[in-house]
């Protein structure tokens, strides 16, 4: 009789990972001088882009991987992917395809219906996603980002500077801003498709 030994190491892949002060508010101002001088692109989604406005309804802006300014910033968010992913679900994590994603949500509706973010062709290598919180809880109203874990909603953590880390097949959304203006940053890091 032979027996096949397996790694049975065990993973948690329901759970999230966050970081109170991600980035501190020194650090949020100069990020902010970094994306002034950058344009405004049309958001995409990989749903169905026929409702683009009643799904997700935001202006998106790409810091660029290649631009040494924006460097300090990819360093940060990969180290606190890899404690995450080290921490709780120990995915094969290589690289990163798609750039950090600088995203403001105005009052009037801006948001981000249920989504995940894996999806078919290139959206298939990601894997882990962090979302950066970069507005005062006061200066908005609604703009939640939530997860839908089996039938709950979960209310993810407001404060500015704060960055929540969770699979990127995790279904979530932007609840619609009533008042003021939201504002993240957010990162996927990518693999082959999971494993
Ligand atoms: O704005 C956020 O915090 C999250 C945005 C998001 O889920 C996305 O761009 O995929
Ligand atoms: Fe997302």
């Known amino acids: 009789m032979s027996f096949i030994i397996e790694d049975f190491r065990q993973s ?3 759970n999230w990972y966050w970081f109170q002060e991600a980035l501190s508010p020194e650090e ?10 950058i344009p405004f692109k049309q958001a995409v989604i990989n749903a169905n882009p026929h409702d683009l406005e009643e799904y997700r309804k935001s202006e998106i802006k790409w810091l660029p991987q290649h631009m040494d300014e924006c460097r300090w910033l990819y360093e940060k968010f990969v180290k606190m992917v890899t404690e995450a992913n080290n921490s709780l679900w120990h995915f094969e994590l290589t690289g990163i395809f798609d750039d950090l994603q600088y995203t403001v949500y105005h009052e009037g509706g801006g948001h981000y219906d249920w989504h995940m973010d894996i999806g078919s062709g290139i959206f298939s290598r990601r894997k ?13 109203e609604g703009g939640d980002f939530e997860f839908l874990l089996g039938k709950d909603i979960i209310k993810l953590p407001r404060k500015k500077g704060c960055a929540i880390v969770f699979p990127s097949f995790f279904l979530h959304r932007v609840s619609p801003v009533t008042k003021g203006v939201r504002k993240s940053l957010v990162l996927w890091i990518s693999g082959q498709p999971y494993r």
């Open 128 to 140: 882990v996603s962090i979302t950066l919180q970069l507005s005062d809880p006061d200066e908005y």
């Open 28 to 37: 949020i101002e100069l990020l902010e001088k970094l994306q002034a001088d």
């Open 12 to 14: 948690s892949i329901d």
